[in-house]
């Protein structure tokens, strides 16, 4: 009993050391986690300021525009560092598949945006970015972390108690400071601790 007792053990070992590789070659890795959580204290800091500023509308869409920049630059400027000098990766653009995923959503994100701005509509951005951040990160479900659908789904929520609420302004800048870096700190360690999980 004791031999057959070992035999079963050491297959099951098996079955999660071979579990455990073909998550690691399957998870894409080009996502940085520590860009993530820099993104959303960013976001924070950057509500912080906002809040000290005169109250206008053009005020705070140009310093989240800035935002965007700063944490586009930041998390492509580190997906772009993996993609160059990552020796598994071997600048293989069919590597950055995934990326392409979250495309879309994006995409209507800036369009619905442009649309509301044309029209001097304000009070829904917040969720209209909040929703559309949170279907960007479902996106990769079967390449990312499993956990990363909690993070997609939390934006969702959140976006969604925003705009149904009674009364939103687009001159208070913290409900959009404080969402984003609550789920940019979430994604960022979900992604952390997955590498580490994943690592041969």
Known sequence: M???ASHIHDALTQV???RRNILAKQRFKGYSGRARILSGSLALGAA???QTLP???????FGWLAVLALGLFINYGALLYWFLFDPEVRRDVTKLKPVL???PSLAVGGVLTLAMLRSRIFWPL???WMTLFGLANLTGEDVLPSRILYVGLFYLVCG???LMSPSPTFLNPWPMGIVFFTGEWAAGL???FDREETQP
């Open 2 to 4: 004791d031999a057959i």
């Open 16 to 18: 999660r050391e071979l």
């Open 48 to 50: 912080a300021l906002i």
């Open 55 to 61: 109250p206008s509308k053009y005020t705070v869409l």
């Open 101 to 103: 995923r979250a495309v």
């Open 126 to 128: 917040y969720g209209v």
């Open 160 to 162: 969604t108690v925003y």
């Open 190 to 192: 979900v992604m952390h």
